[in-house]
T-cell receptor, first 114, second 112 residues
């Protein structure tokens, strides 16, 4: 059972545009929602994370929007640049000692074209 | 601050063999998790270690086992390798009680 659904699978955005990736979760016990960026041949790198007590978090060009009632959250990349081309994963975890695993979405391959 | 490191970077094994992958935690981190990432998929949780004991496990068979050492470094052992074990194996470390996990570069395992 996939507990975190991510869309789209791939995304092409023009340089300077806004990239939007969406995720939905099922388990209401999740209380931490990070986004990871992964380049080919590398491990995932933490980009930005949010907890469900806030509806939005912004760090530079990256913004997470969170809708607790809909159990959805999204990543917005403003002024997208070619260097942002990578695979992005949303994830979720719960603060439960011994059960702190990250549950990942299936990933979105983002390509920024000039 | 030293990040998470993993060795080796690449490994080729044949079906039925055994493999050991190694991970050094980020400085100050006492909890280590291992994930398996198949090509084109998101990472899947294998297990987590805290204070040298396994304290969480995903849907992986017992032939996947691990160790954590007093210096918080860790090993992932896989016995009786199968073709489907071919994947990128990721180690992640964190401080106990905090959520943020930091990943290493991974070990690419190919089983022939």
């Amino acid at each position: 059972q996939q507990q975190v659904k991510q869309s789209p699978q791939s995304l092409i955005v023009q340089k300077g545009g806004i990239s939007i990736i969406n995720c939905a979760y099922e388990n209401t016990a999740f209380d931490y929602f990070p986004w990871y960026q992964q380049f080919p041949g590398k491990g995932p790198a933490l980009l930005i994370a949010i907890r469900p007590d806030v509806s939005e978090k912004k760090e530079g060009r990256f913004t997470i929007s969170f809708n607790k009632s809909a159990k959805q959250f999204s990543l917005h990349i403003m002024d997208s640049q070619p260097g942002d081309s990578a695979t992005y994963f949303c994830a979720a975890s719960m603060k439960d000692f011994g059960n702190e695993k990250l549950t990942f979405g299936t990933g979105t391959r983002l390509t920024i074209i000039p | 601050e030293t990040g998470v490191t993993q060795s080796p970077t690449h490994l080729i094994k044949t079906r039925g063999q055994q493999v050991t992958l190694r991970c050094s935690s980020q400085s100050g981190h006492n909890t280590v998790s291992w994930y398996q990432q198949a090509l084109g998929q998101g990472p899947q949780f294998i297990f987590q270690y805290y204070r040298e004991e396994e304290n969480g496990r995903g849907n992986f068979p017992p032939r996947f086992s691990g160790l954590q050492f007093p210096n918080y470094s860790s090993e992932l052992n896989v016995n009786a390798l199968e073709l489907d074990d071919s994947a990128l194996y990721l180690c992640a470390s964190k401080r106990a009680g905090l959520e943020t996990q930091y990943f290493g570069p991974g070990t690419r395992l190919l089983v022939l």
